[in-house]
């Protein structure tokens, strides 16, 4: 079955610094990436939509030089928190968009941000 | 009001009932998925539906497109299917996916 993964699974960082998390589509390429975020007791919210080889679509309210997002190749999209602050401390998910279905979206484990 | 509405918030079960979790939404989808997150945080997707029924194990997914509506039953639950599970639509309009809520399941031994 398709497989996306994420690096790390867990940060833990120092307010001001950036920390970049990496989401991997392991056995299928994938146009369209999303990343998502959710606060504990809370649902998923959809921060943007990564497509290989142009800039990501962010939804309103959301920062784009806050979170930056680079969707290099066909199998890696990049998440980059910068200048971290308490408030970004968050569980980040990434999915990928099937390239078979496009209705079909196959989600990475996340990965837990703490800025002290 | 939310756009995906689940129910309940909170279900306790013994093991081996039936489960059932709801889920209404009030906007024009293309796909339904049903998702399941684990303490720790990763997600599994259980079921994309657009119309009819699936199955897969104990696990049944229905859908209404009619009544805007769907439904997640477990059969025989266990104590492993001890999770969150997450309602959410695929907009006709606009490509992306929203959430419900989340239900949150324990099975009792």
């Known amino acids: 079955g398709a497989v996306v993964s994420q690096h790390p699974s867990r940060v833990i960082c120092k307010s001001g610094t950036s920390v970049k998390i990496e989401c991997r589509s392991l056995d299928f390429q994938a146009t369209t990436m999303f990343w998502y975020r959710q606060f504990p007791k809370k649902s998923l919210m959809l921060m943007a939509t990564s497509n290989e080889g142009s800039k990501a679509t962010y939804e309103q309210g959301v920062e784009k030089d806050k979170f930056l997002i680079n969707h290099a190749s066909l199998t890696l999209s990049t998440l980059t928190v910068t200048s971290a602050h308490p408030e970004d401390s968050s569980f980040y998910i990434c999915?990928?968009?099937?390239?078979?279905?496009?209705?079909?979206?196959?989600f990475g484990p996340g990965t837990r941000l703490t800025v002290l | 009001k939310n756009e995906v509405e689940q129910s309940p918030q909170n279900l306790t079960a013994q093991e081996g009932e039936f489960i059932t979790i709801n889920c209404s939404y009030s906007v024009g989808i293309s796909a339904l998925h049903w998702l399941q997150q684990h303490p720790g945080g990763g997600i599994v997707s259980l079921f994309m539906l657009s119309s009819g029924k699936k199955k897969h194990g104990r696990l049944i997914a229905t859908i209404n497109i009619q009544e805007k509506h769907s439904s997640l039953h477990i059969t025989a639950s266990h104590p492993r299917d001890s999770a969150v599970y997450i309602c959410a639509v695929l907009l006709l309009y606009g490509n992306k996916l929203v959430f419900g809520a989340g239900t949150i399941l324990r099975v009792k031994s």
């Open positions: 999915s990928a968009r099937s390239p078979l279905d496009y209705n079909e979206q196959f």
